[in-house]
């Protein structure tokens, strides 16, 4: 499903500039559940955010579904990622003025779904990951793990193909963590493709694979068992 | 999608209380000036658009030549309309007179003075028909209301005021002590938007010349406040009345000068703007300048609102980067995004444009009151208007909101995320820097003019006018009899709170004038000069304390012997051409009136005769007591109360039948300053809406900032930094904004001002006071409106600032 070569992203200030990929190798399957670690400064997030296509590379090849994207531009980037990728954040991202339901929309009125499929759509997916009866509810009357529900609801809401997730469980204490886990690894074993970015070993052991990552490059790959 | 969209605006707008209720406030303070602003254009531009195809409608006006100007007068002799009529009977012509006020009597009551009264013949509702005011006539008939004597035609109001619930039809009134007259019609109000508005109309039959002071009303020889309308229907009706106009001026033309004069036909939609015939017009006339200035004042006014929110909105837009950066990963476009924040401002615009429209409405009646005029909100429901107003909505949604609309949606999602956005770039931070330093020049440009135009009405007040002004009563004199003026004057005699009284026609500034030809060996033959005639007795001197140069003053023997002795001021005998007093001396002037040839017996120092908008005109004081219709008393300004009173009793012993009227010289004065007065109030209240626009713009930047060097503070503190300094931190940057911006309004209101004061032939000399004010003004509400939140922010605690950033 994603695979890239030679990969390089560069970030410049007028003072100094700073390598984030550099010559990055990745290739990840579809229906794999791969995380990504390494220390902070490595790039994970400057990978996940290349993957997601917020941003674009310097150099290098980036192929999704066997097309190439790296030199996709904004137009062309936004209606990819709206139609084939889900975001879950570390602090949620959930937008204040928007119920439950509505943040859990959101996604599909961009991709310009009829109300009635919405309607139908979110209930669904908030009715999976078990928050219906919190629908009305804004995000501020929420807890961690049930925030993070809702950005999960609002990650898969459009079926994304893929999933990036920058470390899910970050703001989450462990029973939540382990919930929001649970959630994505079924959502894996339906078949979404997913990458996560994480710093906890006890999180990427829910993944098939381990990417590790150094000074912008994979420097190891654990296969789990 | 747009249900969704808009609720996720309001909820936005009510959770960013602050942002919103400072965009909102800006916007509709702005909004509400522009609508009055409309509404005041509107109005004046309606003037005497109620009379059907008005493009046929003229007024006959003059123009006449002087040695060193031309007189334009929109008075025409009285025999004009009818001269028209009877030359081409095509010709639909219609004269009148125009009187300011008049005595009316009912019954056995006690006189009292109506105001505005024209005596209008047969044709005048033909002429003017007055057809676009909805039943026009309440009762009557229009063909023959005004024919014959002894007719008269009251507006609704006037009806009601003289006779309530009653039918006024059949009742009779006395004018003036002079003529009977019986109502005949009732017609609507005449609108306030009308150069010739009128409480009651009289049949020109009745007219005589006991209405003009025993001048002879069917004379060419004068104008007075005779008018002449008319209605031109083809080619052929326009040649004829330009060909019988040239032919009055010929035939009354008594010198090669007079040939010189033209008389010709001014569209009745131009009137109320032309300022060349403000003088003799029966209204106030406006300037199509000024009204243009109104609509840049407006401009300015909705660009500064608008400012505000393009400032505080891309200010706040980092804020938002984070929710922007969620919509973006999301699969936001930027199309959408943009069209999300545009509908955003759209919304507030349209908040703010029903606020400033309750704002407008609440404030009309005080402006109104300030400008004394009638403008009603009705324009406002007009398909045209609301049209207009969707248009100007959309307009001011894209001028405030695409600028930061597009910062918001060209943001960078990943920096937005991680609330990581660069700070603005150079050139965004020049573009907001602009906008304050435009903001701020139009507010202190609005400053200064404020200030200049407060300093010339100080100097209307301050200014020596040649004479006493101040406890100076003019009281009117219904007849000009010499029996009853002494009688008048003896009743007076033992009052300790007099100091003087003379009869005269007015006072030096009064509302009476009379302007004559001059002539004399030592003017150039063929040019027209103009004098100014005061008739009055010998004791005007004293009791205006003119200052007498050469020669005498006026003796009792020269009222006897009218026509015999004048004395001049100083600049009739420069135009003469002398500059000795002396010389002046016993030399003859030829004056207009009834072709006397007076020898001048004393020369005074020069005196205003007009407001300060003129020039000192060369004047001749004469004793002809025919014309004394005044008595000017100087009082002690001790016991002016008891003294009016036992005038008003003196008066009403010798003149019974008549109507009390007295003026103080000092408020006639005031009164010529009317429009300044008006312009006064207008720039002080655009003063004020713009520097509180700019401020509370300042306050919600201000805002932005102190949260974002918080971290800054903070460390400062902890190194030491004194609060002072840090509030000069954060304000200098923003101080140093509103000097460039003085240094920027400066030029432009000294432009702009010395052309206001060109208006007056005396005026102030623009010093550098008023821009160190008006700056100084400026620096301390800005560093006021800073101040609060910086020293606010100084005083924080660092260690809580720096923890928790």
Same mark, same amino acid.
């Given at each position: 499903?994603?695979?890239?070569?030679?990969?390089?992203?560069?970030?410049?200030?007028?003072?100094?500039?700073?390598?984030?990929?550099?010559?990055?190798?990745?290739?990840?399957?579809?229906?794999?559940?791969?995380?990504?670690?390494?220390?902070?400064?490595?790039?994970?997030?400057?990978?996940?955010?290349?993957?997601?296509?917020?941003?674009?590379?310097?150099?290098? @090849?980036?192929?999704?579904?066997?097309?190439?994207?790296?030199?996709?531009?904004?137009?062309?980037?936004?209606?990819?990622?709206?139609?084939?990728?889900?975001?879950?954040?570390? @602090?949620?991202? /959930?937008?204040?003025? /928007?119920?439950?339901?509505?943040?859990?929309?959101?996604?599909?009125?961009?991709?310009g779904v009829k109300e009635s499929e919405r309607?139908?759509?979110?209930?669904?997916?908030?009715?999976?990951?078990?928050?219906?009866?919190?629908?009305?509810?804004?995000?501020?009357?929420?807890?961690?793990?049930?925030?993070?529900?809702?950005?999960?609801a609002r990650a898969v809401v459009n079926k994304p193909h893929l999933i990036l997730a920058d470390e899910p469980t970050g703001n989450l204490d462990s029973s939540n963590g382990n919930e929001v886990m649970e959630l994505l690894t079924d959502l894996n074993e339906q078949g979404t493709t997913i990458v996560m970015v994480t710093h906890s070993e006890h999180d990427a052991r829910y993944s098939h694979r381990i990417v590790r990552m150094l000074d912008g490059q994979t420097v190891l790959t654990d296969i789990m068992v | 999608m747009f249900k969704h969209t808009f609720k996720q605006i309001f909820r936005s707008l009510w959770r960013h209380k602050g942002f919103t209720g400072i965009n909102l406030l800006g916007l509709s303070l702005g909004i509400a000036a522009v609508l009055l602003i409309v509404l005041i254009g509107h109005y004046e531009r309606s003037f005497d658009t109620f009379h059907t195809k008005s493009q046929q409608l003229f007024r006959v006006v003059s123009e006449t030549s002087r040695a060193d100007q031309i007189l334009y007068n929109a008075n025409v002799p009285y025999p004009t309309g009818r001269f028209l009529r009877e030359r081409d009977p095509g010709i639909l012509a219609s004269q009148i007179h125009f009187a300011e006020e008049m005595q009316v009597r009912l019954g056995e009551e006690a006189p009292f003075t109506e105001e505005q009264v024209v005596f209008a013949d047969s044709l005048f509702f033909q002429v003017l028909d007055f057809a676009g005011i909805e039943d026009f006539w309440v009762a009557?008939?229009?063909? +023959?209301?005004?024919?014959?004597?002894?007719?008269?035609?009251?507006?609704?109001?006037? *009806?009601?005021?003289? =006779?309530?619930?009653?039918?006024?039809?059949?009742?009779?009134?006395?004018?003036?002590?002079?003529?009977?007259?019986?109502?005949?019609?009732?017609?609507?109000?005449?609108?306030?938007?009308?150069?010739?508005? =009128?409480?009651?109309?009289?049949?020109?039959?009745? =007219?005589?010349?006991?209405?003009?002071?025993?001048?002879?009303?069917?004379?060419?020889?004068?104008?007075?406040?005779?008018?002449?309308?008319?209605?031109?229907?083809?080619?052929?009706?326009?040649?004829?009345?330009?060909?019988?106009?040239?032919?009055?001026?010929?035939?009354?033309?008594?010198?090669?000068?007079?040939?010189?004069?033209?008389?010709?036909?001014?569209?009745?939609?131009?009137?109320?703007?032309?300022?060349?015939?403000?003088?003799?017009?029966?209204?106030? +006339?406006?300037?199509?300048?000024?009204?243009?200035?109104?609509?840049?004042?407006?401009?300015?006014?909705?660009?500064?609102?608008?400012?505000?929110?393009?400032?505080?909105? +891309?200010?706040?837009?980092?804020?938002k980067s984070k929710e922007v950066g969620v919509r973006k990963t999301i699969g936001a476009s930027k199309k959408q995004l943009f069209f999300h924040y545009m509908l955003e401002t759209f919304t507030l615009t349209c908040a703010a444009a029903v606020l400033g429209l309750l704002l407008a409405l609440a404030f009309l009646p005080t402006v109104n009151q300030i400008l004394d005029k009638g403008i009603t909100a009705a324009p406002l429901l007009e398909l045209d208007f609301i049209a207009g107003s969707l248009l100007a909505l959309l307009l001011l949604t894209f001028i405030s909101g695409a600028y930061p609309a597009l910062i918001m949606a060209g943001f960078n999602p990943v920096s937005s995320l991680k609330n990581q956005l660069a700070l603005p770039g150079k050139s965004s931070v020049l573009l907001r820097k602009s906008l304050v330093v435009f903001q701020f020049s139009v507010s202190i440009l609005l400053i200064i003019c404020t200030l200049v135009i407060a300093r010339q009405m100080e100097y209307f007040q301050d200014k020596e006018l040649g004479f006493i002004k101040e406890a100076v009563v003019e009281v009117k004199l219904p007849e000009a009899d010499s029996v009853k003026r002494a009688h008048f004057q003896s009743l007076l005699q033992n009052q300790t709170g007099i100091q003087q009284l003379s009869f005269c026609m007015g006072a030096p500034v009064s509302d009476n004038g009379l302007g004559v030809s001059m002539e004399a060996p030592e003017l150039p033959e063929n040019t027209s000069y103009e004098a100014e005639i005061i008739p009055c007795d010998i004791n005007y001197k004293a009791t205006f304390g003119l200052e007498l140069l050469a020669g005498r003053w006026l003796l009792p023997s020269d009222e006897k012997n009218i026509g015999s002795a004048v004395v001049v001021n100083r600049q009739l005998i420069n135009t003469l051409g002398y500059t000795d007093p002396k010389e002046a001396i016993g030399k003859r002037i030829t004056l207009g009136i009834n072709s006397m040839r007076p020898a001048i017996v004393g020369v005074t120092e020069d005196f205003h005769t007009s407001s300060l908008h003129e020039d000192i005109t060369p004047v001749a004081l004469l004793p002809f007591p025919y014309f004394y219709v005044t008595a000017g008393i100087r009082l002690h300004p001790g016991q002016m109360?008891? +003294?009016?009173?036992?005038?008003?009793?003196?008066?009403?012993?010798?003149?019974?039948?008549?109507?009390?009227?007295?003026?103080?010289?000092?408020?006639?004065?005031?009164?010529?300053?009317?429009?300044?007065?008006?312009?006064?109030?207008?720039?002080?209240?655009?003063?004020?809406?713009?520097?509180?626009?700019?401020?509370?713009?300042?306050?919600?930047?201000? *805002?932005?900032?102190?949260?974002?060097?918080?971290?800054?503070?903070?460390?400062?503190?902890?190194?030491?930094?004194?609060?002072?300094?840090?509030?000069?931190?954060?304000?200098?940057?923003?101080?140093?904004?509103?000097?460039?911006?003085?240094?920027?309004?400066?030029?432009?209101?000294?432009?702009?001002?010395?052309?206001?004061?060109?208006?007056?032939?005396?005026?102030?000399?623009?010093?550098?006071?008023?821009?160190?004010?008006?700056?100084?003004?400026?620096?301390?509400?800005?560093?006021?409106?800073?101040?609060?939140?910086?020293?606010?922010?100084?005083?924080?605690?660092?260690?809580?600032?720096?923890?928790?950033?």
């Open positions: 499903m994603i695979k890239i070569t030679n990969l390089v992203k560069v970030y410049r200030t007028e003072e100094m500039q700073t390598t984030a990929l550099n010559q990055l190798n990745l290739e990840v399957k579809e229906g794999e559940f791969v995380a990504v670690m390494g220390p902070s400064g490595c790039g994970k997030s400057t990978l996940l955010n290349i993957l997601g296509l917020l941003d674009d590379p310097d150099s290098g @090849s980036f192929l999704f579904n066997g097309i190439e994207v790296a030199n996709f531009n904004e137009r062309q980037r936004s209606s990819l990622r709206k139609q084939h990728i889900g975001f879950v954040f570390q @602090s949620f991202n /959930l937008i204040d003025e /928007l119920s439950v339901f509505e943040n859990v929309e959101l996604p599909l009125i961009y991709l309607r139908k759509r979110v209930e669904e997916v908030l009715d999976k990951m078990q928050i219906m009866h919190r629908q009305k509810h804004f995000p501020q009357q929420l807890s961690g793990g049930q925030q993070q529900r809702v950005a999960v | 009557g008939n229009p063909a +023959t209301a005004l024919q014959g004597p002894g007719k008269v035609v009251l507006t609704e109001s006037t *009806a009601r005021q003289y =006779f309530g619930s009653e039918d006024p039809i059949g009742k009779r009134l006395l004018l003036d002590n002079k003529a009977e007259a019986e109502v005949v019609g009732v017609v609507r109000d005449i609108p306030q938007n009308s150069h010739l508005p =009128f409480n009651m109309l009289v049949s020109y039959g009745t =007219f005589s010349n006991d209405f003009i002071g025993g001048l002879d009303v069917n004379s060419w020889g004068f104008t007075g406040n005779g008018y002449a309308y008319v209605r031109l229907q083809d080619e052929r009706t326009r040649s004829a009345t330009h060909e019988a106009l040239q032919a009055i001026v010929l035939s009354n033309a008594k010198s090669e000068a007079d040939l010189k004069m033209k008389m010709y036909l001014q569209p009745l939609p131009e009137i109320h703007f032309d300022l060349a015939f403000e003088g003799s017009n029966p209204t106030y +006339t406006v300037s199509s300048n000024y009204l243009n200035m109104l609509v840049l004042l407006g401009i300015f006014i909705i660009l500064i609102a608008c400012i505000n929110y393009i400032n505080l909105s +891309t200010s706040f837009a980092f804020t109360r008891n +003294t009016l009173a036992e005038i008003e009793e003196a008066w009403r012993t010798v003149f019974p039948e008549h109507v009390y009227e007295i003026s103080f010289v000092d408020e006639t004065l005031a009164s010529r300053y009317e429009q300044e007065r008006r312009d006064y109030q207008l720039f002080k209240a655009f003063s004020v809406i713009s520097i509180f626009i700019c401020c509370i713009g300042l306050w919600g930047l201000i *805002a932005f900032v102190v949260v974002r060097k918080t971290k800054e503070i903070g460390i400062r503190k902890v190194l030491g930094a004194s609060i002072s300094s840090i509030v000069m931190l954060i304000s200098k940057d923003f101080l140093k904004l509103v000097g460039i911006a003085l240094l920027i309004a400066s030029p432009l209101a000294w432009y702009y001002m010395n052309q206001w004061l060109q208006d007056f032939a005396y005026r102030i000399e623009i010093g550098w006071a008023v821009f160190l004010i008006a700056g100084l003004f400026a620096l301390l509400i800005a560093f006021l409106t800073i101040s609060y939140q910086a020293i606010k922010a100084a005083s924080a605690n660092p260690v809580k600032s720096l923890r928790t950033d």
